[in-house]
């Protein structure tokens, strides 16, 4: 084995890890009575992570949306540029603050014109207002634990100019002592929600596209 290729393994073998909800159900399922039964009906209030602020890592975080294609299949699409912030109180974490942007003109769905240019892209964003709110953003109100690695984060969404609440259903997923990080303190997340883009007056194209936008969230934050 290469020399460098045995610092990278040894590197990551010491990584510290907590253990999160790594065998959630995936987005969009619904547990079943098993899963349900084995949820502990009570959890200690503290967490055993670090307090303080984490930044979104871009690199290992995506935002996906769908929706329904004339009562089709769901048409799916994601934002390129993102970022977040989360302020961690490990000793309540109803008490800790997540403030979420995303870059409204980053829309990418993958499509090209003839020309192989993103028009479409430019037509969804405009779409979304990115005029009036050129980044889209959330802002946390209220954190509720439902369970012992998931919660539920409701905030203020602004787009196309109009800021209305929605809720994310969030599980963590873990957290790791990373030394290709500079040694940070990194926490994985996941996070599913939906909305009606009606609410935000977002109503291009409704004659023949869903109302319901369903969001996909995975995002891992280091502590800054």
Known sequence: MRPLVLIFVLALSACASTPGAENQPPPFTAPTQ????????????????????YQLDPRHASVIFRIRHEGLSW?????????????????????????????????????L???????FDRSI???LGAEATPAITFVSTSIERTGEHTGRITGDL???????????????????????RR???????????????????????????GDEVQIVIEAELVRS
Do not use: C
């Not at 929605?166 to 963590?172: G, N, R, S, Y």
């Open 113 to 119: 014109n003839a020309q192989g240019e993103r028009a």
């Open 158 to 180: 602004t787009m196309n100019g109009q800021t209305h609440p929605m809720t994310l259903e969030a599980t963590f997923d873990g957290s790791a002592v990373d030394p290709l």
């Open 75 to 111: 048409f799916t699409a994601r934002f390129d540029t993102k970022d977040a912030s989360l302020t961690l109180d490990p000793a309540d974490p109803t008490r800790s603050q997540l403030r979420a942007t995303i870059e409204t003109v980053s829309v990418n769905t993958g499509v």
């Open 183 to 209: 040694g940070a303190t990194v926490l994985g997340f996941s996070a599913h929600g939906s909305i009606n883009r009606s609410d935000w007056g977002v109503t291009e194209w409704r004659a023949f596209t």
């Open 125 to 127: 964003a405009r779409a």
């Open 34 to 53: 098993q899963q349900v039964a084995a949820t502990p009906a009570t959890y200690p209030i503290a967490i055993d992570l670090p307090a303080g602020a």
